[in-house]
């Protein structure tokens, strides 16, 4: 098992919030992020980020939007798509996203609309 699998998202999200935020977009944005890959409305997330839920619980209690699929590219030297344990690779999914975001892509292509 990954060590990060069992860290909590609420340990990890301040440093999503601050890679936004130092290139201009919001914290409401990557909620808005999270939600749609996730499945997730505000409240809920907000409830796993104060329980301390761990990656694993997280995306256990996700339900995966159904274009997720279709985020493709690099993650850390790692293509998402290829990423073959399932869990790790919603995670990739996640960093991407946050990656695209932070790199100023509009929301409706960060949010394959």
């Known amino acids: 098992m990954h060590r990060i699998f069992t860290t909590s998202v609420a340990s990890v999200y301040p440093h ?3 890679k936004v935020e130092k290139k201009g977009r919001t914290k409401a944005e990557l909620d808005e992020v999270i939600c749609w890959l996730t499945g997730f409305d505000q409240s809920e997330l907000d409830a796993h980020l104060e329980d301390g839920a761990t990656f694993e619980g ?3 209690d996700a339900r995966l939007n159904p274009n997720a ?3 493709t590219g690099v993650v850390c030297g790692v293509r998402v798509e290829n990423v073959e344990d399932p869990l790790m690779q919603k995670i990739r999914y ?4 946050v990656d695209e975001l932070a790199r100023g892509k509009s929301m409706d292509k960060v949010l394959r609309g």
């Open 16 to 18: 999503y919030v601050n």
């Open 94 to 97: 996640l960093d991407k996203l």
């Open 69 to 71: 699929p279709l985020i």
């Open 58 to 60: 997280f995306f256990a």
